[in-house]
């Protein structure tokens, strides 16, 4: 069964600040890891993609890290900007499955970015 | 491009009532899936549809859910008779195809509560 789990559950931090969340999951056979936005009232929003084969993914700010053999990735925030502030989910493909398009989410860590 | 549609945003009802959900993919996603959120716990898969057809159904939580798609466009959940605990969010997502590195369109979910 795959456990995904997401620290911390809530940060709330000044403008400029760079942020690390984490995200750990207990199967490591999985085909790719995924970061989500959500903001309030909103659906989810794809934000990075890493395949298994890779290490780290870059968008801008955002910089996502995994380490499939440890069952970790983070997800780097430079620069920390109040319009960052939402509810950022990891979410992760098994390798099997009926469903190729199921994924395994955290809770989320939900982040406020204050001026 | 219109992305996906889920109807209504809200929906209140009393216990032992009976709630129908829609979700609107995007045009030309044959894959439909169904996700829910119950509070304080992770987003979890509920089924999926290739098409009209239930491709996997294993998350659904118990026969008072009801799911479909007739057509292969627009899919409906219908609760009957709704709990206290089928409280949540419930998002809908679409993709193109099937597949590990397919990104799924989230739509922005219905918030149910059951009273």
């Known amino acids: 069964k795959q456990e995904v789990t997401q620290i911390p559950a809530a940060l709330s931090v000044p403008e400029g600040e760079n942020l690390v969340l984490n995200c750990s999951f207990t199967d490591s056979a999985i085909y790719n890891l995924q970061w989500f936005r959500q903001d309030p009232g909103k659906g989810l929003t794809s934000l990075l993609l890493?395949?298994?084969?890779?290490r780290e993914q870059t968008s801008g700010r955002l910089n996502a890290s995994l380490d499939k053999s440890s069952g970790r990735s983070t997800l780097y925030i430079a620069a920390s900007q109040p319009g960052d502030s939402a509810t950022y989910l990891c979410a992760v493909r098994k390798v099997w499955g009926s469903t190729l398009g199921r994924l395994y989410f955290g809770r989320g860590t939900q982040l406020t970015v204050w001026p | 491009e219109a992305g996906v549609t889920q109807f209504p945003s809200h929906s209140v009802i009393e216990k032992g009532q009976t709630v129908t959900l829609r979700c609107d993919p995007i045009?030309?996603?044959?894959?439909l899936y169904w996700y829910r959120r119950v509070m304080g716990k992770e987003i979890k898969f509920l089924l999926h549809f290739v098409k009209e057809s239930k491709q996997d159904e294993s998350g659904m939580p118990n026969n008072r859910f009801l799911a479909e798609r007739t057509g292969g466009t627009y899919s409906t959940l219908k609760v009957q008779p709704a709990e206290l605990e089928d409280s949540g969010v419930y998002f809908c997502a679409s993709s193109p195809r099937d597949s590990p590195n397919e990104k799924l369109f989230f739509g922005s979910g219905t918030q149910l509560s059951v009273l």
């Open positions: 890493i395949q298994s084969s890779q």
């Open positions: 045009s030309g996603h044959d894959n």
